[in-house]
Nanobody, 115 residues
């Protein structure tokens, strides 16, 4: 089991950029890491994932705008968000899934995009 701490959220104007970071305690070498988000009144949804080997996957709504990356040595996962839209406003959560399928979650970081 790992502990995850997100940072980097904030208020940004539409068209702007933010980079979220997820610092992890414990090894993530074999973990699939991901970012999810939950807008007010909506269900949590997948934003992006990255496997231990660096294979990435994105929700259609963020393809071409967001980039997920990981630094296993620093035990940190990033989400670079460009061309932000008001509909990207949400609490963003970092997720770690180990080889048994066990999920760990961070506490979330708020991203607000103003129009």
């Amino acid at each position: 089991q790992v502990q995850l701490v997100e940072s980097g959220g904030g208020l940004v104007q539409a068209g702007g950029s933010l980079r979220l970071s997820c610092a992890v305690s414990g090894s993530i070498l074999r973990h699939v890491m991901g970012w999810y988000r939950q807008a007010s009144g909506k269900q949590r949804e997948l934003v992006a994932t990255i496997t231990a080997g660096g294979i990435t996957d994105y929700a259609d709504s963020v393809k071409g705008r967001f980039t997920i990356s990981r630094d296993n040595g620093k035990k940190t996962v990033y989400l670079q968000m460009n061309s932000l839209k008001p509909e990207d406003t949400a609490v963003y959560y970092c997720n770690s899934k180990d080889y048994t399928g066990y999920d760990s979650w961070g506490q979330g970081t708020q991203v607000t995009v103003s129009s």
